[in-house]
């Protein structure tokens, strides 16, 4: 930048900002499944499009089920994340939080 300007971002703990999603959608209208379903939905969408390698847990996976995964690197590029990203259309809960993606695009300028 030219003239000096510097950028300040703030991020939302993804989590938090997806489950206050999940309540105003059903504030405004309870026809919505209940949030970990809707997660389920979103992360097999998001698993289809390649954006996400985690393993699916069962419903009653413990804290000590979830540190013992693995999670390998995707192999894309940052133009086929970005591809993939803009097909998670009607997904809020998870697509807002995926900042690393979202803020790509911003460091270019």
């Known amino acids: 930048c030219p003239w000096g300007a510097k950028i300040l971002v703030l991020l939302r703990n993804p989590v938090d900002r997806a489950y206050s999603q999940h309540q105003m959608d059903i504030a405004k209208q309870p026809k919505y499944l209940p949030f970990e379903e809707r997660i389920r939905v979103e992360v097999g969408r998001m698993r289809q499009l390649g954006l ?13 089920d979830i540190e013992a995964l693995e999670f390998p690197a995707l192999d894309r590029t940052p133009e086929q994340e970005q591809a993939a990203f ?15 993606i979202q803020l790509r695009e911003w460091f270019k300028w």
Request: hydrophobic share 45%; charged share 20%; net charge positive.
């Open 86 to 100: 803009e097909q998670l259309i009607k997904m809020p809960l998870l697509k807002k939080g995926l900042y690393a």
């Open 52 to 64: 996400n390698n985690m393993p699916l847990l069962p419903m009653n996976a413990t804290l000590k």
